[in-house]
């Protein structure tokens, strides 16, 4: 199979500059915060926006964006039902009202970063891998509230150990809430569990990438279009997580990370690693075992729902299970890395109050998500929608999911020891979840967060190289005979833009961090 290097056209700079316009003209109006250049100043009411909610009588309203990954297109009017359920819940709970906003993963940070432009946005779910809106984008922008002297003594603060709050701080302050799920990050091949019956695989004998051959000639030879789905991700950041620590925690940076062994930065895009694993992706490819939907991107989240595909990845959880749920089908998990705690780890999902809110509307959040992170009651309706409409209750108090309008998972809404388990999942989740979370490695460069302010200009374009050459040579995008001729290119593109000024300040900052423990 012939192929070329495709170049995806992306809106990313045009949002990171509607990014930077929220965070530069909306500081925060915040009682806690100081003057210092990384945090948002202190500002008097910033409540004047007309899109901004306002305080009504003793109530105060919140706008709530959150993304909704079960579902290509959220269902409004199901989605305005649940609004309203929650509401009359917490009426006589706590003096806040709720405007929930669900938007489609597919369309979540370009309508999400355009709301945070225009002020309509108080409470925002985001995650530390989220592309324009990340972490690692909100907190340079200043357009995130401070919380640091907002959450303590809260039964917010309360919801989860101390440590989880450590691990989610920028500059040893709360700017972002995380939601306590899986908070370590791994990884597993995931598999149609009828294909495994099917074919008798056995997948004790999968330790590695390269073992999937035989069963993925399976699946093309079963007339399969997707025998390997890359669900349209750059998959070196994930599958080589044991090697090194992807610290920036966006694939569309991973030529930069700490090698674990040797403890210091380094060019991914010069190992012997990535060299590997992009001719394996391209001879994949070239057999018909990956798909040119993934790297062209018409692949979408709910393909992993059909049963076009075999074998996929899948984000190493306490109760895997929970796979069968969300795609409809059985699904079975092998081990593909280890388990690491890092610096992003804890924010594989998360809240932030936006910098334009007034004290009142951030205290209305914390309040809100406090109850949100307590209540069984409100987390499984938050989660799940309106009992006898998008779930029930069995026999044993578990979930089962019922609708195709309003349809979330736990990962991406509340405290996991407080939204009820599904009907799949063995009751003790709450346990098994802190057992997952303390059984980890640490990574060395836990703690250290890359401050990119002085080389931004050259991050951003080099995060637009990868668009034109790392993730079409980690999606199957290239011919293997072009494979060692696009690296070099790819690398000669990424000096071009700035990549060795980038690289140097990347390990001045860890060398000073070490330094410093």
Known sequence: MKKKVISVLMASAMSLSLLAGCGSTTPAATESNDSTATETPAADSNSDSAAAPAASGDVTEISVYRCTFNLANPDSAQVQKVQDAINAYIADKIPVQIKLTDIGSGEYTDKANLALANNEINLLWTASWEGTIGTNDLYPANAVYDLTDLVPGTPLYSSMAEGQWEAAKYDGKIYFVPVYKDNVEGYDFMFRQDLVDQHNWDLNSVKELKDLEPMLADAKADGLKYPFLTQKTAMFYRWYIDKFDFFTADSATNFFAVDRAKDEVVDTIQTPEYLEFCKLIADWADKGYISEDDFTKVTTDTTTQTQDWAISWWTDIPVNDEADARYGQDVT?????????????????????????????????????????????????????????????????????????????????????????????????????????????????????????????????????????????????????DVESTLEKYQAALDEAGYQDVLAEFQKQYDDWKASK
């Open 333 to 481: 998990m092998v081990p593909a890395t280890q388990r690491w705690a890092h610096s992003t780890s804890a924010l594989g999902s998360c809240y932030c109050v936006t910098a334009n809110s007034t004290p009142e509307q951030a205290k209305a959040c914390v309040d809100f998500l406090g109850l949100l992170y307590t209540d069984s009651t409100l987390a499984d309706m938050y989660t799940f929608g309106i009992e006898g409409e998008d779930f029930t209750y069995d026999a044993n108090h578990q979930v089962t999911q019922t609708s195709d309008k309003y349809n979330h998972s736990m990962w991406e809404s509340a405290n996991a020891t407080i939204v009820t388990p599904l009907d799949n999942e063995p009751a003790n989740k709450a346990e098994l979840y802190n057992d997952f979370n303390g059984g980890a490695n640490t990574s060395s460069a836990a703690g250290f967060r890359f401050d990119k302010s002085s080389v931004e200009a050259q991050y951003t374009a080099c995060a637009g190289v990868f668009d034109t050459y790392g993730f079409a040579l980690e999606n199957g995008g290239v011919a293997p005979a």
